[in-house]
């Protein structure tokens, strides 16, 4: 375990990531983007925020583990970007289980997954032969990896992400994916 104010995100050039970063910064944390391809380290970089080069579709987890070493937390916000099947299931669960590795093995204390609303849920109500189940089920299947893990762990499990102004306002949805009364 660590003291460090060093918080690694995987997924370093996407659209959280541009947004958590600098945010992050504000607070005092050092970010180690890690992107992967390097014509976007000059995107990625400001004061606090250092670019990692480093492919996680094929990263090992040793080579995981050395980037993730003394650093407080990782955030895993890498998708595939609804590339094929084969890819969502590369990155969105075997990169996630690797990196769930990579954080034990290194000592980190606190892990935050990026998922969605539906994660578990959905698979009960979607087709496989749905174009949406392959990225469904990789979700999911992270998700329940992170859960057996021995981290502690947080998963953000947005409805839908836009590059609308906050508004401060949430639903929070039921085990059956739809809104619960929060007003007690």
Sequence with gaps: MTDSRRVVILGGHGKVALIVAPLLTQL???IDAVIRNPEHRSAVELPGVTAVVLDIETASVDDLTAVF?????VVFSA???GGNPA???AVDFEAATRAVRAAETAGVKRFVMGSYAGSGSD???LD???SFYPYAKAKSDADEFLHASTLDYTI??????TLEPATARVTVLGSDNRPTDTST
Aim: proline share 8%; charged share 25%.
């Design 79 to 81: 998708g595939a970007g």
């Design 156 to 161: 953000l499990g947005p409805g839908m992400l």
């Design 87 to 89: 890819r969502t299931r």
């Design 69 to 73: 070493s003394g650093s407080f937390a």
């Design 28 to 30: 005092g944390f050092e």
């Design 128 to 130: 496989p032969d749905n």
């Design 123 to 125: 698979l009960e109500r």
